[in-house]
């Protein structure tokens, strides 16, 4: 029997956990859609995006990630 060693996270860039997060990442992980997403950055309850380009924002991860774990749990 051969034993083998896992393979790390470098051997598969697609498998890294992105620093930023472009919207369409942000609906999907949130659930939220853009215009709730923009009302509540309004709101200064969900975290601003940052600007990558001209005409280009993303948000950081680790701020969705303390967003939604701040997020109270749903009970019946």
Do not use: C, K
Not at 2 to 8: A, G, R
Not at 25 to 30: L, N, Q, Y
Not at 41 to 48: D, K, S
Not at 54 to 74: C, G, K
């Amino acid at each position: 029997m051969q034993h083998t060693l896992p393979e790390s996270s470098s051997d598969h860039p697609d498998l890294v956990s992105p620093v930023f997060l472009r919207m369409h990442a942000v609906v999907r992980i949130t659930g939220l859609g853009r215009s709730t997403i923009y009302r509540l950055i309004a709101t200064q309850r969900f975290p601003n995006p940052v600007r990558l380009g001209p005409r280009a924002v993303a948000w950081r991860r680790s701020e969705i990630d303390q967003w939604s774990e701040a997020r109270p749990i749903a009970t019946h």
